[in-house]
């Protein structure tokens, strides 16, 4: 990184980075920070942030996610700006967390404040930073993308990410049947009942592996491990990144589950 | 009526391992999807017309007491009976008191899930009536002895095949020898069966689309036209529908019938549509002598106060199921009773007890594709995520998935304490990976490592890796 611009010249971003890139791939956030960095901005990460708290939403345990919701709105609201890596976190930051904590007016009131500032990442950078046309990545492959249902479905993130991969040099998108269709991931889902997962999962991977491409990207890393674990498992040779991996051009490290020295 | 909610995960294991129903279901999802999305392409501004149909909808609901008196009004002045019902027993003591008064043997019907909903082919058979089920998908379950799987489909379970040894062994004593027959030829073979009941039948059972206050009309709507025939032929007719079907206005229920038929199978209008009004009058060439209408709450009401009452909207399509990867996996039985997909997994709960129907809420992945295709725009993930709030508070969750929960809380709300975990746990798991970078096993991890790899951590947490660049770089 040469930039040596000061920092408080530029608006400042803070990261929500979420739990799964934290604990398991610190790739994508470091691929974030990058394109939020290039799109001109100075990015801040709140140490204190864990979980989004959408295990405890989804599973009906409403005190404790508004525990959690009351923990990241105080955490992220001195910020003009919070991307999320993650449609399904953004998603749960915008649209549940007002409805969470509509018991209490001035938490609701903190929560609808924080929605409207918080973007997921590749939306943020087509319809806010305006740097769509100038990515300069390189990426020689052909992908396909799945489109994760709270990011399509909640935030209506179908077109940013094609969007921007569109610029990415050497790359050609090859969309599969049925894009929109779940991957049978969905949080605690897939460990609950593994059998209907495992149908689901093993659907979208026959669909990717119809197009061809050699590469699966997607924009939540849930739903990139799920199709890259049993990708793995069925021996199908389709490497996954995600999105942000591709567009910063930091994909010089493994694909999700690959082996390190490869 | 089969009644095994509780069953939900043996029936779902049992039902991803049928070859049979995974080839019919297979062959229908595709088939109600791409007629769907024709139908609603080919029509200027569908969403315009959902927002309507979800205005008429909150509208009905929210005057349903007047509305409801109004069609009882209507009706009995076309010279029909109302009967009310507060619940499935009710209902069926009603029809069987009405069935006996025709001194009826033999009744025909066509397809009302709240036929199914309460029970009555079990309680008509068990009174020694005679029940032929004369929509062509009830009838092969009918000589399947199987519950429907679909609410618009109820035999979409059955392959041709399937469908080709039930018509040999019923209507051909086995002798036909199970040859594979072309649909049409089985279609009219049905009919051939058929005509003659609908011609002795006493009475005839119909559901109801929807219940016009206004002119005290039925609305019923078939590709068949076997309603029409079950009404108008016999002495008697019992149509049976749930309070919520009720719409002020003729107008009001002909943009529904638009919606429902695009919804449902993709068709602008069903082949057939009627409006009842009553018995036969003077002058008509056919009809019944009698009319009754049959009207059910069974948690109706309750519904209506709370806060589910968005689920009664619902005007019975099928495209939330058509739309669910998760009823395209395991079909319509596995959710054990009359509705199935994602509107049965907010309805079984709400009619029979959350206690008894502990899955129906969770074995959804909330990826809300139901909800984008739902004609009167019920937020079928929200109502599911609703019900597994309720679950939680009284109770009803599974004491290692509650523990779970908190022990994951209990970290995620103490982040100091959190990270130096995390990047423990982290630390160890990278090293039992032994750099390759994924598991094909993990004891503590076994529903996700059963069907598919687990992807190992990096090294260090992104907080650790951040932290450390942040001071070389001196951000
Ligand atoms: S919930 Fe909506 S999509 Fe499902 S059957 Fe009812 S009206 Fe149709």
Redo the contacts with the bound molecule.
């Keep these: 990184m040469t930039d040596t611009t000061p920092t408080r010249e530029k608006p400042i971003v803070a990261l929500f980075a979420t739990c799964l890139v934290d604990l398991f791939r610190p790739n994508v956030g470091l691929a974030t920070v990058r394109l939020l960095e290039q799109a001109g901005f100075a990015v801040e990460v709140p140490q204190q942030q864990t979980c989004c708290g959408q295990p405890a939403y989804n599973s009906g345990d409403d005190d404790r996610a508004a525990a959690l919701a009351r923990q990241v709105i105080r955490q992220f609201e001195r910020y003009s700006y919070v991307v999320v890596p993650s449609g399904s976190c953004a998603g749960t930051i915008i649209t549940h967390y007002p409805e969470l904590l509509r018991g209490d007016k001035e938490w609701q009131d903190a929560a609808y404040r924080l929605a409207e500032r918080t973007w997921e990442l590749t939306r943020f950078l087509t319809e806010v930073s305006g740097q769509q046309t100038e990515v300069p990545a390189e990426y020689a492959g052909r992908i396909t993308y799945h489109d994760s249902c709270s990011g399509l479905r909640e935030l209506n993130i179908r077109q940013q990410p094609r969007t921007l991969l569109s610029a990415v040099k050497g790359l050609e998108l090859v969309e599969m049947e049925e894009r929109d269709t779940c991957c049978g991931f969905g949080g605690t889902f897939c460990i609950k009942y593994p059998e209907i997962s495992e149908r689901m999962v093993s659907n979208k991977v026959e669909a990717i592996r119809q197009t061809g491409a050699e590469t699966l990207l997607a924009g939540d890393l849930g739903c990139l491990m799920n199709m890259a674990g049993r990708m793995q498992r069925l021996n199908v040779p389709v490497r996954a990144y995600h999105v942000a991996e591709v567009l910063a051009g930091m994909t010089d490290v493994p694909a999700i589950g690959e082996e390190e020295n490869r | 009526m089969q009644f095994s909610p509780q069953q939900f995960k043996p029936q779902a294991r049992a039902a991803l391992q049928d070859q049979d129903l995974q080839q019919a279901l297979s062959r229908a999802k595709s088939g109600f999807i791409d007629k769907r999305r024709v139908a609603v392409e080919a029509f200027d501004d569908f969403e315009a017309l959902r927002e309507r149909g979800k205005r008429i909808r909150n509208h009905a609901l929210e005057h349903m007491d007047i509305y409801l008196e109004r069609l009882e009004a209507q009706v009995q002045a076309a010279g029909g009976h109302v009967h009310w019902a507060e619940d499935a027993e009710q209902a069926r003591a009603i029809i069987l008191e009405l069935c006996h008064k025709a001194s009826a043997k033999r009744v025909t019907k066509s397809k009302t899930m709240v036929g199914e909903e309460i029970g009555i082919n079990e309680a008509m058979e068990a009174d020694g009536l005679e029940v032929v089920e004369t929509d062509l998908g009830e009838y092969i379950i009918q000589l399947a002895e199987e519950p429907p799987s679909h ?1 618009i489909a109820p035999a979409i379970h059955k392959t041709r095949q399937q469908i080709t040894e039930l018509f040999d062994r019923y209507h051909h004593r086995g002798e036909l020898k199970k040859k594979l027959r072309e649909i049409p030829e089985l279609v009219n073979e049905a009919r051939e069966v058929l005509r003659e009941k609908f011609l002795t039948a006493d009475v005839g059972i119909t559901g109801a689309n929807f219940l016009i206050a206004e002119t005290g009309s039925i609305a019923l709507v078939t590709n068949e036209g076997n309603a029409d025939l079950t009404h108008t032929l016999p002495r008697m007719h019992i149509s049976i529908s749930g309070i919520d079907k009720v719409v002020p206005t003729l107008e009001d229920a002909s943009t529904l019938l638009r919606l429902l038929a695009r ?2 199978t993709g068709q602008e209008m069903s082949t057939y549509t009627t409006f009842v009004n009553g018995p036969r009058r003077d002058g008509d060439p056919d009809g019944p002598d009698e009319f009754h209408l049959v009207l059910l709450d069974n948690g109706r009401t309750r519904m209506l106060q709370g806060q589910f009452r968005e ?1 009664l ?9 058509n739309h669910c990867p998760v009823y395209a996996a395991v079909g319509g039985h596995a959710y054990g009773w009359v509705y199935p ?3 049965g997994s907010v309805l079984t709960p709400l009619i029979v007890g959350l206690d008894k129907t502990r899955d129906l809420p969770h074995a959804c992945t909330l990826n809300g594709r ?1 909800a984008s ?4 725009k ?1 937020p ?1 993930p929200k109502l599911l995520r609703q019900l597994r709030s309720e679950q939680y508070r009284e109770g009803l969750m599974d004491s290692r998935n509650r523990l779970g929960l908190a022990f994951w809380g209990f970290f995620a709300t103490r982040p100091r304490l959190y990270h130096t975990a995390a990047g423990l746990a982290i630390r160890v798991l990278h090293a039992l990976s032994r750099g390759r970078g994924r598991f094909r096993r993990l004891p503590m991890a076994a529903g996700w490592t059963g069907s598919r790899d687990l992807p190992a951590p990096s090294r260090r947490t992104f907080q650790q890796v951040w932290k450390q660049q942040s001071k070389e770089r001196g951000r």
Excluded at chain 2, 313 to 321: L, S
């Design positions: 609410i919804s449902a689920m909207r619902c005007i019975r399509c099928g495209a939330c199921m997909g994602p509107m139901c295709v739902c004609p009167v019920i079928l």
